[in-house]
Nanobody, 115 residues
């Protein structure tokens, strides 16, 4: 059974930092493509960052230079380091895995950027 469990969300002031983590199980993590999505109230879910099994990364233009995605294949985790956070980064952040031709989602973690 595939499980993706996100953690690390919370309330942070503008300009602050957070680090999200996603613990994965139930599939061969090292060959899976992993990504982070987010969904703000009233908006569609959007891709924030992705990392391939080989470690190649891609980012939405809105977060380039501020967010960093990384993976630890020994621990079956993928992380998202978020710096210089802005109010518009407020959203529920979801971890996604693409493995064995299927996509899987975590339950999401709330990130709120507000003073």
């Amino acid at each position: 059974q595939v499980q993706l469990v996100e953690s690390g969300g919370g309330l942070v002031q503008p300009g602050g930092s957070l680090r999200l983590s996603c613990a994965a199980s139930g599939f061969i993590f090292r060959i899976a493509a992993m990504s982070w999505y987010r969904q703000a109230p009233g908006k569609q879910r959007e891709l924030v960052a992705g990392i391939t099994s080989g470690g190649s990364t891609d980012y939405a233009d809105s977060v380039k230079g501020r967010f960093t995605i990384s993976r630890d294949n020994a621990k079956n985790t993928v992380s998202l380091s978020m710096n210089s956070l802005k109010p518009e980064d407020t959203a529920v952040y979801y971890c996604r895995a693409y493995a064995a031709l299927r996509g899987y989602w975590g339950q999401g973690t709330q990130v709120t950027v507000s003073s």
